[in-house]
């Protein structure tokens, strides 16, 4: 069985620093292109970011380019998220996808369930 | 704003089919097969229903099925069901951004 469980999440001021953690198991994490895909409150659904399954490409929403950083760690079955100068406009939950296609049209058919971020003073 | 633009509800009887639109544009959903339907319960995460417009995943009631004309794409849910009642989001591939976009998402009530 598929299994991604985020981890990380929290209260954090603006212009703080988050890194959120994905723990993957049930499939071949390394075959895989893998997504971060967030939901503010109340609201839809954004894709953030995607990479591919080692790690050579990575591919971001323009409101987080600069700030954000996805990374994976293929040994630990692992994908991460690193959020920097978070702003209140941040604050969503996060969840962790894998993606089926991947590059800039990625398809998501496995989710996690999700993990909260919160930015505010 | 969302770039492409869902009905904020919808509601069926059981037993009845019942659509959803997404309407984008030809950079989106007009111009490739790439669009995806996601079901999300509450405070559950989402579940991919239909990918490249009219597949579905292993798994996927038949019950769901996705189509296309020109730049709106259309899920059909037949014979509704009460587990049916949830919050459906499109998405597609959009050229203007090289990325995928989501709609605003449409809530399914099962009257």
Redesign the interface.
Known sequence: EVQLVESGGGLVQPGGSLRLSCAASGFTFSSYWMSWVRQAPGKGLEWVANIKQDGSEKYYVDSVKGRFTISRDNAKNSLYLQMNSLRAEDTAVYYCARDRRGGYNPVFDYWGQGTLVTVSS | Q?ALTQPASVSGSPGQSITISCTGTSSDVGGYN?V?W?QQHPG?????MI??VSNR?SGVSNRFSGSKSGNTASLTISGLQAEDEADY?C?S?TSS?????????TKLTVL
Request: no cysteine; aromatic share 24%; hydrophobic share 20%.
């Open positions: 969302s790439y995806s996601y559950k995460a989402p579940k991919l990918y490249d995943p989001y998405s591939y951004s090289t990325s995928v976009v989501f709609g605003g998402g």
